[in-house]
């Protein structure tokens, strides 16, 4: 793309050229001129502004966030809620399918939830003793459990005795052993009905109504085209009573409260450009209206087509309005570099021989060439870094030509 510089606005003013030019032609003797020759100059004065380096491209208008809905389910439409143009607001249905029998079987399934879960209520009302039953057998086992300990205590006090077989506490200790191992079972079957079948299967059966009561809901809603942004409608293209399959989008929404344009820089423009700098845009389509851009995204990685490389490049349009609209075209100058207070003069009064450039300076009548030093230069102005003084005319340019005798030809000078 092509690199240009421009003035921000005021300094135009500021280098205009002074005067209308000079006009200066030759008068003969008799108030009448046999030949006349007209020299025509222009002359511009050194000032000082705001120098600014623009890259050039441009692009088309488009909309980064837009959707196209689809229904999830067929059916026939019962309600277009939404028409072309119309602003939407997020979550707002915007066209729904015929949904009587979607609600019969939501309300079906309803049912069946309350049913799960009576039935759960009772296997609870059923089970609530449980706890109480088990702190009854626990009881009986600490019970045996001391029997068992004193029962073994006294076996062990005569177990020197040769018919300790024969003896009242080896009785003892095998009716307290006995005891134990039955007050352990008992514990470890009153234990085991806590968790019942009957609450488990009651609890599951609950949990399936409850995903059926959600897949009814959600069956619901996918017979609904629902915003997913606030947004302005581009297209409806069913209508009440039109049958809607799962593949054709049924409404598509744009947001134009932010807009882009997607631009491709060359190589050789691409390094000058970064993510956050500034660019003015002009569209084909509003003569006179000015917009400002930011630079989003700079591509790390150029395409290659025909052996050119370009970089994607995107620009965020900072002051939308309802006069821009995607799909126009928009002409960007992305603003690269900038200089605050610097002198310049138009780039046509500069003279290049070699590597030396020079100016023509007017000064009390006379035209001084002067060798300049110049920086940031473009199409119409050029930095003066050296050789000129603000205040200073410099010849732009000069032109003769020889025109029909004009009586009484005499000068005019406009503006120096």
Known sequence: MKRQTVLIAGVVGTLALVGGGLFLA?????NVASAS???????AQVARGTLVATVNTAGNVSAPKSASLAFQQAGRVAK????????????????????????????NVQAGLANAQANLDNAKAKNSQNPNQLIVVKAQVDKAIITLQKA??????????????MTSQ??????????????????????ATINDSALRTAQAQLDQAQVSLEQAQRNIEKAKIVAPFDGIVNTVNFSFGDTAGTNAAAVTIVDLATLQIKVTLAEVDIAKVKTGQTAQLTLDALTGKTYSAQVQTVAPVGTVTQGVVNYPVTLVVQNVDGAIKPGMTANAAIVVERRENVLMIPNRAVRTQGNQRTVTVLFKDEQITTPISVGLANDSFVEVTNGLQEGDVVLIQQTQTRGA????????NFGR
Request: no cysteine; net charge negative.
């Open 80 to 107: 277009v809620n939404a028409q072309i143009g119309d602003a939407v607001k997020a979550n707002q249905v915007l066209m729904e399918l015929d949904l009587v029998d979607l609600q019969l079987a939501l309300k």
């Open 152 to 165: 073994q205590s006294d076996y062990n006090a005569v177990a020197w005795r040769g018919d300790i077989g």
């Open 170 to 191: 080896a009785a003892a200790l095998q009716t307290a052993t006995i005891d134990y191992q039955s007050a352990l079972a008992n514990f470890n079957q009153t234990a």
């Open 37 to 43: 020759t007209t020299v025509r100059a222009q002359n």
């Open 405 to 412: 005798n004009v009586p009484g030809a005499q000068q005019f």
């Open 26 to 30: 030759t008068r003969s003797p008799g």
